[in-house]
């Protein structure tokens, strides 16, 4: 699927399942940023040697730009990346320096410390019995109990994804405690978070996220 209109120098390789291409989604979509999207289909060959030529790692989102024959793997990379070269309308990344600082720290808690452990207990699910790792989950659950309990502390929470724009904070955070609140449920004991849930969710870009996604959700773990 890509966008309509004439083609476009931006290009992201990305599957609508994918965690971290939500992030580089949400982000593109906030900005309005031109971009034609392909969906690569890791059970295709032919699709897996399509991105294996782009990125050799074969990780899930890769943004190709043609314009400035540049290609950049990993999502928070690409978000940079847009914020520097393709701004468009939202800054994803505040150009003062303490600002940008606090939005890269709750970026990178977002990323280790609630998707990392998500996408450990998704992972194991997806293994066969007899290779589980139930120690891991375990470790994984209570290292999301422990963000949950952080998130719902953060002073900026409030505020966050309500009159301001996104930043690339709130693009990291709706995938990772999405999909983490599938498996390990924040629940009501974490309201300040719920209400930071549903400020994202109203949100067009993530609404638009969703949407494309909801076709193969059925394909998700759930236990």
């Not at 609508?16 to 999207?37: D, M, N």
């Not at 289909?41 to 024959?69: C, H, I, S, T």
């Not at 952080?150 to 309500?162: F, G, H, Q, V």
């Amino acid at each position: 699927m890509s966008n309509e209109g004439p083609p476009q120098m931006l290009t992201l390789y990305c599957h609508p399942l994918a965690s971290y291409c939500w992030k580089v989604l949400i982000a593109l979509y906030e900005t309005g940023t031109p971009f034609e999207k392909v969906v690569i289909d890791l059970g295709d060959a032919a699709q897996r040697a399509q991105l294996q030529k782009l990125w050799p790692l074969m990780k899930f989102p890769v943004l190709e730009d043609r314009a400035r024959q540049q290609v950049m793997p990993e999502s928070t990379i690409v978000i940079e990346y847009l914020a520097q070269h393709y701004p468009g309308r939202t800054q994803l990344v505040p150009s003062d320096p303490e600002l940008a600082r606090q939005v890269r720290l709750r970026d990178r808690f977002y990323d280790q410390y609630v998707h990392e452990p998500m996408q450990k207990i998704v992972g194991d699910k997806l293994r066969p019995a007899d290779k589980r790792d139930p120690y891991g989950v375990e470790q994984a659950i209570g290292m999301l109990a422990t963000s949950y309990a952080m998130i719902e502390r953060d002073p900026t929470l409030e505020t966050a994804a309500a009159s301001d724009p996104l930043t690339l904070a709130d693009c990291a955070a709706f995938p990772a405690l999405y999909y983490a609140n599938l498996h390990v449920p924040y629940g009501a004991a974490h309201p300040r978070i719920a209400a930071y849930m549903e400020r994202l969710s109203a949100r067009a870009s993530v609404a638009t996220v969703l949407r494309e996604a909801e076709p193969y959700m059925h394909l998700h773990p759930r236990s």
